[in-house]
């Protein structure tokens, strides 16, 4: 299992209402590690069909990211994923300290 980089745009969607929801850009070329999810993350996200969920790392300075926020591919960098495919961030990411550098991690859903 390899992680590969990408490159996205970060949208925050906004409103109660579903119906009347609105998605404004919060961060542009964001740089990410991103690999579909294992069998145990799987396990955890019954609901959701097999090979739709990802989990990523965000290794840029960003500072969070929400459930329901949109991930959009703008450079996919010899990665499987193409240039506007659009990922659902699913349930609560956390921050992560490695060596200094504040990271964020979480799983997003193939939209």
């Known amino acids: ?6 490159l996205v745009d970060v949208y925050r969607m906004s409103g109660s209402n579903p119906a009347d929801k609105t998605r404004s850009l919060y961060a542009e070329g964001v740089s990410l590690l991103m690999v579909p999810a294992s069998t145990e993350t799987q396990a955890f996200y019954a609901d959701v069909p097999v090979g739709q969920l990802q989990s990523f790392l965000i290794t840029d300075q960003v500072d969070d990211i929400k459930q329901d ?3 959009k591919v703008v450079d996919p960098m010899d990665s499987v994923y193409a240039v506007d495919d659009e990922f ?7 921050r992560t300290m490695l060596l200094g550098n504040r990271l964020i991690e979480g799983v997003c859903i193939s939209k």
């Not at 299992?1 to 990408?6: E, P, R, Y």
């Open 1 to 6: 299992m390899n992680f590969t980089n990408v």
């Open 69 to 71: 926020d949109i991930l």
């Open 88 to 94: 659902i961030v699913n349930g609560r990411s956390k």
